[in-house]
């Protein structure tokens, strides 16, 4: 298909770790992202990982990227109720133009 | 700089009527976005300038949709005639360099058609 996949909604406990996955279409994508939705909000980039990586961290993210299957997930470590929010994976198609995976509500509960 | 400022942040709105969102990107940046977001359809792309230039506008669902870009400060989509499918959150965006680097998203219009 042509869109970028995710799974709707994850709940999760405080201080648990979150996984949210995500598939996307386009292999000559260069650029894939997370970007975070606060309620009321616009999207704030949350990180990016290049095409020709496997893997990178960044405090308590975790971003593993899976060419051979366009699979793309972030991990959240020891989340918090402050993360709950909408999170969007997007791939950067012909260098320009954004796509976004219609969104993964976490609900974290304490 | 005050981030990518849209206005208004709410509109409601009979149908037939013309609606116009207005944007203005943060200063330097050279690629504005327009996306639309419903629960249904997520975020889709409408349209998006460089250079106050439209590159691809495939996005726009119906000619009753229109954007420009008058000026590398100010951005509008306008929606004539309106109805009530249209009722989402209409948001704009801007970045340096398309997408290789950050793109910087407003608020967004939340815009209600009875």
């Known amino acids: 298909g042509e869109d970028v996949e995710q799974s709707l909604f994850l709940s999760v406990r405080e201080g648990d770790s979150s996984v949210i996955n995500c598939t996307y279409t386009d292999s000559s994508s260069t650029y894939l992202y997370w970007y975070k939705q606060e309620p009321g909000a616009g999207l704030q980039l949350l990180t990016y990982?290049?095409?020709?990586?496997d893997m990178k961290q960044d405090q308590r993210l975790t971003v593993l990227l899976n060419k051979k299957d366009k699979h793309l997930s972030l991990r959240i470590a020891d989340t918090q109720t402050g993360d709950s929010a909408i999170y969007f994976c997007?791939?950067?198609?012909?260098?320009?133009?954004?796509?976004f995976g219609k969104g993964t509500t976490l609900s974290v509960s304490s | 700089d005050a981030g990518v400022i849209q206005s208004p942040r709410h509109e409601v709105t009979e149908m037939g009527q013309e609606v116009t969102l207005r944007c203005k990107p943060i200063?330097?940046?050279?690629?504005l976005f327009w996306y639309r977001q419903t629960m249904m359809r997520g975020l889709e792309l409408l349209i998006y300038?460089?250079?106050?230039?439209?590159?691809?506008d495939s996005g726009m669902p119906e000619d009753r949709f229109s954007a420009k870009m008058p000026n590398a400060s100010f951005s509008t989509l306008k929606i004539q005639p309106s109805e009530p499918r249209d009722s989402a959150v209409y948001f704009c965006?801007?970045?340096?360099?398309?997408?290789?680097?950050?793109?910087?998203f407003g608020q967004g219009t939340r815009l209600t058609v009875v």
């Open positions: 997007a791939e950067s198609r012909a260098g320009t133009a954004l796509i």
């Open positions: 300038f460089n250079n106050n230039v439209p590159i691809d």
């Open positions: 200063s330097g940046h050279d690629y």
């Open positions: 965006a801007s970045s340096v360099v398309g997408f290789n680097t950050e793109a910087f």
């Open positions: 990982i290049f095409s020709n990586m």
